[in-house]
């Protein structure tokens, strides 16, 4: 293949596994997808995608393009980061990656502020369970919550997340201690550790807001994030037993930590989430 764009389908196939995900990655459609991928199959002696019951799958043939398309990829991020890491001006595209609920909770409400304040830097922000990565050029900053966050990055460690047990007062109230119930992520490993590990699990939702929201609402009871937790009015901690869960970072990549819009992007991250946390 001699098109980059090419080789951009197929990382993007190999990353999301259907015509749908990938084409979301790309941001064309899935038709679009599927026509690309009909077209390079053709271009080549022996096909390139399959089609099979559990997704998109890169053949045996694929896989040796695939590895190309993973050096252009990291060819391109090095060249990007050496360009961005000559570029001292204080304006400019800052791109940052972090969960969802880091963003709903303790930023959203914030962005408007720093755009007032550093109207020059044009922040695009994308939101994320999975780790951006920052050696491909995914993110300039990205805020992670793990206890190891990646000795290739370099930044800050805010606080560690605390995390308790919550429900709502009306639950707590109607509802007896032995018909208590879990609502949990797909991992519900914890609960034999907890001091209520006696109790079913009677759900399991994967969005950790979500979970919230329906322990709010009466369904049951979660592990839940303080942070979170103490946007809800209706919740209230089962027990005064509160545990760090992971720590909360904000990370770089080494060589665009001296950038001045990047050092004023994780300047602002750290203040505002300090002092939601203090």
């Known amino acids: 293949m001699e098109n980059w764009d090419d080789y951009r389908l197929l990382l993007a196939v190999q990353q999301s596994n259907s015509i749908r995900a990938a084409g979301e990655r790309l941001g064309v459609n899935h038709s679009t997808v599927s026509r690309r991928m009909q077209s390079i199959n053709q271009s080549h002696p022996f096909k390139v995608f399959e089609t099979t019951a559990s997704g998109i799958e890169i053949t045996k043939y694929g896989a040796v393009l695939l590895q190309t398309a993973h050096k252009m990829q990291d060819l391109m991020a090095d060249q990007a980061r050496t360009l ?19 963003l709903q909770f303790l930023l959203l409400d914030d962005l408007a502020l720093f755009q007032q304040q550093h109207p020059d830097i044009r922040l695009t922000v994308f939101t994320s369970y999975d780790f951006a990565n920052l050696d491909s050029g995914e993110a300039d900053v990205v805020i992670r919550v793990s206890n190891d966050p990646g000795d290739e990055l370099v930044g800050h460690r805010v606080f560690p997340i605390q995390v308790g047990y919550f429900a709502s007062r009306e639950y707590l109230a109607n509802t007896p201690p032995e018909q208590r119930v879990w609502i949990t992520g797909a991992n519900s490993d914890w609960v034999s550790n907890t001091p209520f590990a006696e109790l079913p699990v009677r759900y399991q939702v994967e969005d950790l807001v979500t979970r919230h929201t329906m322990a709010a609402k009466g369904l049951g009871m979660i592990r839940g994030a303080c942070y979170i937790a103490e946007q809800y009015p209706e919740l209230v901690p089962v027990t005064d037993e509160f545990t760090p869960f992971q720590d909360l970072w904000v990370l770089t990549h080494p060589e665009l930590r001296d950038i001045p819009r990047i050092k004023t992007v994780m300047q602002f991250l750290l203040n505002t989430i300090r002092n939601k946390l203090a």
């Open 84 to 102: 961005a890491s000559q570029d001292f001006s204080q304006g400019g595209a800052v791109s940052l990656s972090l969960p969802p609920a880091i």
